[in-house]
């Protein structure tokens, strides 16, 4: 073992060397001759042409001067709740810049700029007197503009939505506002400020964007301060997967019962206990049901055409009662209902189903294309004929997972075109559905490396049958959520610049989440800022946005920091990868926990970086404790990770103090951190309550 430490040590040295004397070379190497120098090609497929324009040019006016200021904020009378996020938002974030609290007014208290001195939020009279022109559909929901026209400001957004974002865009423009974590934000104080002229819009490079870390999760209504997912550019407490599906249940004679909402809901739509009880032969369709269990439907009833023809009304019947439950005026944002397999690969093999698969190029997914088309052909003629009842939705979509096996699309390659079309028009996808497509890749490489190639060649097949494609990402690793992952290296400005390329309709990713509002280890809290900025952003550059954050996050310690933070990428490429050649695909790899992956020098080492971090911000200690306690909170945090290494790959070569040691560090920092339901939901849904196991050995 102590062989391997020397060996691994002196490898990584001669790696951080070798990096160094290459770009010394380079140097030498500069001339002056500027024919010599080039710009790289970048491949266009990987820049997404987005809006992001940010003019603010200052005058001779003032918005704030000596502390105080002439203008008030103007909302609509009877704002939705929504614009009450966005005015709570913007006189909160203005009094931390200024320390002015403004005064707020409704648009039925003053209509017309000549009034006075106003900043307007969202559709107010005074932004439609003063004719500004918001286009919604050139901004969509999220996307807003920030303009001056005289000596008024307007924000506005596509939709509600958007207004938040707007405050957001005007307080950066303004005060350098920015937020990193749900207790980490920057703003500038000020006591003058000049008016400016603002000509901006900005429209998120992907229309929708989400992830699953419940860190990001807080009650629309219920402000509580800080407002983390909103500032991130997610939905607030909905910003998760499935903020506009509309839930599934088991029987629309009862809606208060049984319930999915975004994803592996089959059950709900054909609950076994329903259709498949030989004890109740007139609900009894045994047909539906996938010949290998796991709760997954035979999606072609086994060639049985009376009973596909019953299943594909039982499904409609299902949609047209929730769509007559949840009605628009009560239920805005339901405009989805997933139909989606369970998540295991028990996909029905009989023989219609083989025989549909092996027409349609080997494609399991083309099976339930064909069912959902039917199915959306019914549901399509159901809303065309009822546009005058309020239960209608124009925007209504079905959608389905291209994950799994059902991955592969129903395509053929067409050498003399160069392009991927359907093997015929019959699995083309109805203008109601959407194909969610889950990526199948190694995490931890490059998404245009070799061994991803099948992605790239995959989504290139679903592009030609789907208009309507969504993405489902990973940064986390499911058969152990404790252990790192380097999805850095995938999730760059151009991995999300290709697949918004491709369809920018929506970017979800799902991270390491323990339903705690105390962070996460594992480097998870920098990944969730990183991707909410890139999935509104493609463009941005990646290095001056975790420069940002390590220095927000870390103060003096954030150099200590950013090296942890490369030694541990460079430990998994370079070894666990590179020797051990272990991939990291939608579950991640397995058995990560093997001692010979871990020798206890490496976790040790990183864990003497987090106590150096700390060392490095005890000059807050006296001068503010507070500060001093949050930062040793951001740092200690990824101390969990490696703490969790090293018990479960050498807990038991360890003595008994030791092991206590990290034992009894590991219990303060989970509840310091409130991060206890970490150890109490474990490092996998298989391997639950990991640290009591390890204090049972004491």
């Not at 010394?24 to 987005?50: F, I, R």
């Not at 594992?522 to 999935?535: E, G």
């Not at 700390?614 to 990770?641: M, N």
């Amino acid at each position: 073992m102590k062989k391997f430490n020397k060996w691994l040590a002196l490898s990584l040295s001669a790696l951080t060397f070798a990096t160094v004397g290459l770009s010394a070379c380079k140097k030498d190497e500069e001339t002056d001759d500027a024919a010599d120098v080039k710009t790289p090609e970048v491949n266009s497929e990987y820049v997404y042409d987005g809006t992001h324009v940010y003019t603010a040019t200052d005058t001779n006016d003032y918005l704030v001067k000596n502390g105080k200021t002439d203008y008030r904020l103007v909302v609509p009378a009877g704002s939705s709740a929504t614009l009450r996020i966005a005015r709570t938002e913007f006189v909160d974030l203005f009094k931390d810049a200024t320390d002015i609290q403004l005064t707020v007014l409704t648009d039925d208290q003053v209509q017309s700029p000549s009034q006075g001195k106003y900043i307007s939020l969202g559709r107010t009279k005074l932004l439609e007197n003063a004719g500004v022109s918001i286009n919604s559909e050139e901004l969509t929901a999220d996307g807003h503009r920030v303009v001056t026209k005289d000596d008024d400001i307007y924000l506005c957004g596509g939709e509600d939505e958007g207004t938040v974002f707007a405050v957001y865009t005007f307080m950066r423009m303004t005060f350098h506002y920015e937020t990193y974590y749900y207790d980490c934000m920057e703003i500038d104080r000020v006591t003058e400020m000049k008016f400016k002229n603002y000509d901006a819009t900005d429209i998120p490079d992907f229309k929708y964007r989400a992830h699953s870390s419940d860190v990001t999760t807080y009650e629309a209504d219920d402000y509580d301060g800080n407002m983390y997912a909103w500032r991130l550019g997610y939905y607030g407490k909905d910003g998760q997967r499935g903020y506009w599906f509309m839930p599934v249940h088991e029987r629309i004679d009862d809606f208060t019962q049984g319930k999915s909402s975004a994803s592996t809901n089959a059950r709900r739509w054909f609950p076994e206990w329903m259709y498949k009880d030989e004890n109740d032969p007139e609900n009894y369709h045994p047909d539906w049901f996938s010949d290998n269990g796991g709760e997954q439907l035979c999606f072609s009833a086994h060639g049985n055409a009376e009973e596909y023809e019953l299943m594909v009304e039982t499904a409609f019947k299902k949609v047209e009662a929730h769509l007559k439950y949840y009605t628009p005026d009560k239920y805005p944002r339901y405009k989805v209902m997933s139909f989606t397999h369970m998540d295991n690969v028990k996909y029905c093999t009989c023989d219609k189903c083989s025989e549909i698969s092996s027409y349609y190029s080997d494609s399991q997914a083309a099976v339930q294309i064909l069912f959902m088309n039917d199915l959306a052909e019914r549901v399509d003629a159901l809303l065309e004929a009822n546009k005058d009842q309020p239960w209608y939705r124009e925007d209504f979509q079905l959608l389905f997972f291209a994950y799994n096996h059902n991955f592969i699309p129903p395509t053929k390659y067409d050498a003399a075109t160069k392009k991927h079309v359907p093997v015929d028009d019959k699995v083309i996808l109805h203008d109601r559905l959407i194909a969610w497509f889950c990526r199948e890749a190694n995490g931890q490489t490059g998404f245009d490396e070799e061994r991803n190639a099948n992605l790239k060649t995959s989504l290139a097949g679903w592009s030609a049958v789907a208009e309507h494609i969504w993405f489902w990402s990973y940064g986390t690793n499911f058969r152990d959520l404790m252990m790192p992952i380097d999805s850095f290296q995938y999730s760059t400005p151009e991995m999300f610049g290709y697949f918004c390329n491709q369809s920018d309709e929506f970017w979800f990713t799902q991270l390491q989440d323990y339903n705690n509002g105390g962070g996460n280890t594992a480097w998870h809290n920098l990944k969730i800022y990183l991707d909410a900025k890139l999935s509104w952003n493609t463009s941005l550059n990646v290095d001056e946005l975790v420069d940002k954050w390590m220095n927000a996050m870390y103060r003096d310690a954030a150099p200590e920091m950013k090296r942890l933070w490369q030694s541990v990428r460079a430990y998994q490429r370079h070894v666990l990868i590179g020797m051990f050649d272990l991939e990291a695909g939608g579950d991640g790899s397995s058995g990560l926990t093997l001692a010979e992956y871990w020798p206890i020098g490496i976790p040790e080492g990183w864990l003497a970086r987090i106590d150096q971090a700390k060392a490095d911000v005890a000059r807050f200690a006296q001068t503010d404790p507070e500060l001093y306690d949050k930062l040793c909170k951001h740092i200690e945090i990824e101390a969990i990770c490696y703490m969790y290494i090293i018990l479960e790959t050498q807990g038991y070569t360890l003595s008994e103090e030791q092991r206590r040691g990290y034992i009894e560090r590991l219990k303060y920092d989970l509840k310091w951190l409130d991060l206890e339901e970490m150890a109490i939901r474990g490092s996998s849904k298989d391997f639950p309550g990991w640290l009591s196991g390890w204090e049972a050995t004491l």
